[in-house]
């Protein structure tokens, strides 16, 4: 079965000018449900277009991109917003909560925007905020609380619509290293519960945690690892020599 379908995806930036950027040369790949994925490549590779794309916040020039058989190339700008909102969950490296909000609040913000009843928000909070060891900081501000707790809350914030997909985007790219090793754990209890994931990265040590990891270099697939039945150092390991001879420029 295939949750997200990717196919001789292309996206050029600029398109009708004299400088066209090619960000996205020919990128395929297909996502099955429970999956847990990471994105790597050096500064311009393109994963943030992907990441976009894959978002809805941008449009393909050229190819497919299916999302549970939603053609996503073909949503126009109030539907985009709309699918986005219903289908998909959306973690940050800063966080992103509106500090004028409780904890709280944060978390129910797409439910109010989806119109969900109080009850339901109330019921979906419990397990989520117990799962991810926040229910002490719901009524306080983002703002009191430390940057592992603020990722926590955005985690709940984008768990609590049940999205078919949960994009993140260096999660861990503002926190320490025990601190991101917590968020981590948390990414793969998550995704135990079957909640399939795609993280874009720079981290090694992030994205060794996933169970693919995809090597984007000029807007093309350039290699991917599973981990397999490695354990997460040796995985690790391997990811960076990855990295390592995608940079030195190695074919
Ligand atoms: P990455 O996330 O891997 O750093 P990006 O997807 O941001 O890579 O960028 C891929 C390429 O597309 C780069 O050459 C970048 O300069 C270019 N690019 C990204 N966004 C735009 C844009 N809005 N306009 C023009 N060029 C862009």
Do not use: C, W
Request: no cysteine; hydrophobic share 40%.
């Amino acid at each position: 079965m295939t949750l997200l379908h990717i196919s001789h995806l292309k996206r050029t930036y600029n398109q009708n000018s004299t400088h066209p950027v090619k960000a996205l040369k020919d990128i395929s790949f297909d996502v099955a449900p429970g999956e847990y994925i990471a994105i790597m490549g050096e500064s311009g590779a393109g994963k943030s277009t992907l990441l976009n794309i894959i978002a809805t916040l941008e449009k393909a020039n050229d190819g497919e991109i299916f999302l549970n058989q939603q053609n996503l190339n073909q949503l126009t700008a109030d539907q985009a917003a709309k699918y986005r909102r219903e289908h998909l969950g959306f973690i940050f490296q800063h966080f992103n909560l509106l500090n004028s909000l409780s904890n709280r609040d944060n978390i129910y913000l797409p439910l109010v925007l989806a119109k969900l009843p109080v009850t339901t928000m109330e019921e979906r909070i419990k397990p989520l905020a117990a799962s991810l060891g926040i229910e002490q900081i719901l009524d306080r501000y983002p703002s009191e609380v430390s940057g592992g707790q603020q990722q926590r809350v955005a985690i709940a914030r984008a768990l609590i619509t049940q999205p078919d997909l949960l994009l993140a985007d260096e999660p861990t790219g503002a926190l320490d290293s025990n601190t991101s090793n917590e968020i981590l754990a948390l990414f793969d209890h998550v995704n135990q519960q079957q909640q399939t994931i795609i993280m874009v990265t720079h981290s090694a040590a992030a994205a060794s945690h996933a169970k693919r990891t995809l090597f984007i270099k000029d807007g093309r697939i350039y290699h991917e690892l599973f981990r397999g039945e490695n354990s997460l150092k040796h995985y690790q390991e391997q990811i960076s020599q990855t990295m390592m001879t995608l940079t030195n420029g190695g074919e």
